[in-house]
């Protein structure tokens, strides 16, 4: 049992969660001090993994490592050595280039497969340059030869930890980006979603110019974005401009820059957006909107890579990849001179065409649920159900604006509702009195059932005049509706 300690308050608060006590120091023993100092450095640095199947060896080296405050484990071959490193983060691993079951060389490979971000330093009793040179091609941090341990493994250690830290952050946050920018943020199941999802994945491996076609709010953005960071310019920026909320002067002058003096108000020389995404993706939204000269100076940069800025005699040179999108005919519009015709055929290289939400109703409650559970996230808010009767509404609803429409009704539901379970009554007007609605059924009873519902609405309820309305006779609707149960 430890001493009595002195507590007090940290009045920095805590360090990585990590909570600290204020101790008198007098009042402890040497090796409770020790403890605590050794405990407290093994919290502050990494975790190594030491892979060499001579026990002495690897124990000694342990023994040395852990000293210095880093946490320690061991594994005698490359089969345990995998192992480990599945199942807990390590920031470096310390590998025997001979091992019973393994070439620590070519283990390299793998253990850089299983965890990227670890380092890892190679140790082996006979080193040669030949080995050395392949160990680091292989993604080793640096190769020594085991005379040189007790000299060079510290500060060496040391150096790797460094690097695997800063790896690892980046990995953190090159996942993060993925799950929010990625395919994973994609979704839906129906078929046609998927068709979409495959054919973006196969170009975003490529650099060919996209063109996503699809109603306003289906998600073309997403997918821009998903290219993006698919693609091997994920590293580099990815910028993003409505064509449809600039005017025609304002617009050239954003895409390409301009020079000082170019025109009132141009106090200095200005980069634009072709600029800030030269070795990355610019994403043209609402491509139809643009005038015909910015079609034109669009087609070079598509043609030639270059472009001049606004005011400037001298062209500047980029290496962007280009994804446009709109929502409407450019096909028609180019065949009817509306739309440069060649301009579209350079831009429609890869034509991916997204399904409306009416088009996918089955994933209707998949995006409510999503969205359900991120604004009730955002707002603090326990995640409520979804009534079956308020699903049926969503399902059937026409969704004219589509996924943007969808996202925005559940969140101002979310906003409003106080229950534990969202009902009828909570869904806003529009939806709840719809008489405009859409059915994922061919069935005739399903349409026919519809129809009289949308009529009876529009008659507010009066059958007489649904039954003229309908071309029925009234004993003949008061039949439907008892089949139909309305």
Same mark, same amino acid.
């Given at each position: 049992?430890?001493?009595?300690?002195?507590?007090?308050?940290?009045?920095?608060?805590?360090?990585?969660?990590?909570?600290?006590?204020?101790?008198?120091?007098?009042?402890?023993?040497?090796?409770?001090?020790?403890?605590?100092?050794?405990?407290?450095?093994?919290?502050?640095?990494?975790?190594?993994?030491?892979?060499?199947?001579?026990?002495?060896?690897?124990?000694?080296?342990?023994?040395?490592?852990?000293?210095?405050?880093?946490?320690?484990?061991?594994?005698?071959?490359?089969?345990?050595?995998?192992?480990?490193?599945?199942?807990?983060?390590?920031?470096?691993?310390?590998?025997?280039?001979?091992?019973?079951?393994?070439?620590?060389?070519?283990?390299?490979?793998?253990?850089?497969?299983?965890?990227?971000?670890?380092?890892?330093?190679?140790?082996?009793?006979?080193?040669?340059?030949?080995?050395?040179?392949?160990?680091?091609?292989?993604?080793?941090?640096?190769?020594?030869?085991?005379?040189?341990?007790?000299?060079?493994?510290?500060?060496?250690?040391?150096?790797?930890?460094?690097?695997?830290?800063?790896?690892?952050?980046?990995?953190?946050?090159?996942?993060?980006?993925? #799950?929010? &920018?990625?395919?994973? +943020?994609?979704?839906? *199941?129906? %078929?046609? !979603?998927? =068709?979409?999802?495959?054919?973006?994945? @196969?170009?975003?491996?490529?650099?060919?110019?996209?063109?996503?076609?699809?109603?306003?709010?289906?998600?073309?953005?997403?997918?821009?974005?998903?290219?993006?960071?698919?693609?091997?310019?994920?590293? #580099?920026? &990815?910028?993003?401009? +409505?064509?449809?909320? *600039?005017? %025609?002067? !304002?617009? =050239?002058?954003?895409?390409?820059?301009? @020079?000082?003096?170019?025109?009132?108000?141009?106090?200095?020389?200005?980069?634009?957006?072709?600029?800030?995404?030269?070795?990355?993706?610019?994403?043209?939204?609402?491509?139809?909107?643009?005038?015909?000269?910015?079609?034109?100076?669009?087609?070079?940069?598509?043609?030639?890579?270059?472009?001049?800025?606004?005011?400037?005699?001298?062209?500047?040179?980029?290496?962007?990849?280009?994804?446009?999108?709109?929502?409407?005919?450019?096909?028609?519009?180019?065949?009817?001179?509306?739309?440069?015709?060649?301009?579209?055929?350079?831009?429609?290289?890869?034509?991916?065409?997204?399904?409306?939400?009416?088009?996918?109703?089955?994933?209707?409650?998949?995006?409510?649920?999503?969205?359900?559970?991120?604004?009730?996230?955002?707002?603090?808010?326990?995640?409520?159900?979804?009534?079956?009767?308020?699903?049926?509404?969503?399902?059937?609803?026409?969704?004219?604006?589509?996924?943007?429409?969808?996202?925005?009704?559940?969140?101002?539901?979310?906003?409003?509702?106080?229950?534990?379970?969202?009902?009828?009554?909570?869904?806003?007007?529009?939806?709840?009195?719809?008489?405009?609605?859409?059915?994922?059924?061919?069935?005739?009873?399903?349409?026919?059932?519809?129809?009289?519902?949308?009529?009876?609405?529009?008659?507010?309820?009066?059958?007489?005049?649904?039954?003229?309305?309908?071309?029925?006779?009234?004993?003949?609707?008061?039949?439907?509706?008892?089949?139909?149960?309305?």
């Amino acid at each position: 049992m430890f001493p009595c300690l002195d507590e007090g308050s940290n009045p920095s608060g805590s360090t990585d969660g990590a909570e600290i006590l204020i101790v008198s120091a007098q009042k402890l023993d040497t090796n409770l001090l020790l403890y605590l100092c050794n405990s407290f450095k093994t919290f502050m640095k990494g975790n190594v993994l030491i892979i060499d199947d001579e026990d002495k060896l690897r124990g000694l080296l342990a023994k040395i490592v852990s000293l210095e405050g880093f946490k320690v484990a061991e594994a005698a071959n490359a089969k345990a050595g995998i192992k480990k490193l599945e199942q807990e983060e390590f920031n470096v691993v310390i590998c025997d280039v001979k091992l019973p079951d393994a070439n620590g060389i070519e283990l390299t490979k793998k253990l850089k497969e299983v965890s990227p971000a670890t380092e890892i330093i190679m140790l082996t009793a006979y080193g040669t340059i030949a080995d050395g040179v392949k160990a680091i091609k292989n993604g080793a941090f640096d190769y020594i030869t085991k005379g040189d341990d007790n000299d060079k493994i510290l500060p060496l250690l040391y150096r790797a930890i460094d690097k695997s830290v800063l790896q690892q952050r980046l990995y953190r946050l090159e996942k993060k980006v993925n #799950k929010q &920018y990625g395919f994973d +943020n994609i979704i839906g *199941l129906s %078929k046609q !979603i998927i =068709e979409a999802i495959n054919l973006a994945k @196969k170009v975003a491996a490529t650099d060919a110019t996209v063109l996503l076609l699809g109603e306003t709010g289906t998600g073309k953005e997403v997918f821009a974005q998903a290219i993006h960071y698919a693609s091997n310019r994920k590293d #580099k920026n &990815y910028v993003a401009v +409505n064509c449809s909320a *600039l005017g %025609k002067d !304002i617009l =050239e002058s954003e895409l390409f820059g301009h @020079k000082a003096g170019a025109f009132t108000g141009a106090m200095k020389d200005t980069k634009g957006l072709f600029e800030e995404a030269d070795g990355g993706t610019i994403f043209l939204d609402e491509i139809g909107e643009m005038s015909p000269d910015l079609q034109a100076k669009l087609l070079r940069v598509l043609e030639s890579h270059e472009f001049l800025k606004v005011g400037d005699s001298k062209p500047t040179r980029v290496d962007v990849r280009v994804i446009a999108a709109t929502n409407r005919d450019l096909q028609k519009e180019a065949d009817n001179g509306q739309f440069r015709s060649d301009l579209f055929y350079r831009l429609a290289v890869f034509q991916i065409s997204l399904p409306s939400l009416r088009e996918r109703p089955k994933d209707i409650e998949l995006l409510a649920r999503h969205f359900l559970g991120l604004f009730a996230d955002k707002v603090n808010k326990p995640v409520p159900k979804i009534s079956e009767e308020v699903l049926n509404k969503l399902k059937h609803y026409l969704w004219k604006g589509n996924i943007r429409e969808l996202k925005n009704i559940m969140e101002r539901m979310v906003i409003l509702s106080d229950n534990t379970e969202l009902t009828i009554d909570d869904l806003p007007f529009e939806i709840k009195n719809s008489t405009d609605t859409v059915t994922s059924s061919f069935n005739l009873e399903d349409i026919e059932k519809q129809h009289i519902q949308r009529v009876l609405a529009f008659a507010k309820g009066n059958k007489t005049e649904a039954a003229k309305l309908l071309g029925i006779g009234l004993t003949t609707l008061y039949r439907k509706l008892e089949e139909y149960k309305l």
